[in-house]
C-alpha cells in the first residue's frame, strides 16, 4: 500500500508542479512526513533524490514550445543548485530533526506570506 501512496504524491506532485512550477519542497516533502512518517532528513533527502533523472523534462518541454523557458537563466541556476545543495545538505544533516522541521516550516511560511502581500493581481 505504500507504493500507491508514493504514486499518488508523486501524481500529485506532478500536477503542481506543472500548474505553478512547484512540487518537491512544497509537495513532496511534507507529504512523505505526514503520510508515510518520514523523517524531515529523509523527507528532503527522498525529494532531492528526484532531481537526479529528468524528471521535470516533459514538463519542462512543454513549456520551452510555447516560450516560457529561459536556457540561460537554467543553466546559471542548476550550477548555483548544485554548489548551494551540497554546502545546504553538509549543514542540515549535522542538525537535529526538530531544527530542521522548524526552518522548513518557517521557509514555508515567509514565502507564502512574501507571495500574499507583493502579489500583482
Same mark, same amino acid.
Given at each position: 500500500?505504500?507504493?500507491?501512496?508514493?504514486? +499518488? $504524491?508523486?501524481?500529485?506532485?506532478?500536477?503542481?508542479? #506543472?500548474? *505553478?512550477?512547484?512540487?518537491?519542497? &512544497? =509537495? !513532496?516533502?511534507?507529504?512523505?512526513?505526514?503520510?508515510?512518517?518520514?523523517?524531515?532528513?529523509?523527507?528532503?533527502?527522498?525529494?532531492?533524490?528526484?532531481?537526479?533523472?529528468?524528471?521535470? +523534462? $516533459?514538463?519542462?518541454?512543454?513549456?520551452?514550445?510555447? #516560450?516560457? *523557458?529561459?536556457?540561460?537563466?537554467? &543553466? =546559471? !541556476?542548476?550550477?548555483?543548485?548544485?554548489?548551494?545543495?551540497?554546502?545546504?545538505?553538509?549543514?542540515?544533516?549535522?542538525?537535529?530533526?526538530?531544527?530542521?522541521?522548524?526552518?522548513?516550516? +518557517?521557509?514555508?511560511?515567509?514565502?507564502?506570506?512574501?507571495?500574499?502581500?507583493?502579489?500583482?493581481?
Amino acid at each position: 500500500m505504500t507504493w500507491l501512496i508514493l504514486l +499518488i $504524491i508523486g501524481l500529485v506532485a506532478g500536477l503542481v508542479s #506543472g500548474v *505553478v512550477g512547484v512540487g518537491g519542497g &512544497i =509537495i !513532496i516533502v511534507p507529504a512523505l512526513v505526514m503520510f508515510l512518517g518520514f523523517s524531515q532528513k529523509m523527507a528532503q533527502g527522498t525529494t532531492l533524490a528526484l532531481l537526479i533523472p529528468p524528471i521535470g +523534462i $516533459i514538463a519542462a518541454m512543454e513549456y520551452y514550445k510555447h #516560450g516560457y *523557458v529561459n536556457i540561460y537563466a537554467a &543553466i =546559471i !541556476i542548476i550550477l548555483g543548485f548544485i554548489v548551494g545543495s551540497f554546502f545546504g545538505a553538509k549543514y542540515l544533516t549535522g542538525l537535529s530533526d526538530v531544527t530542521v522541521t522548524r526552518i522548513f516550516a +518557517i521557509f514555508l511560511i515567509i514565502i507564502a506570506i512574501k507571495l500574499l502581500i507583493s502579489s500583482k493581481s
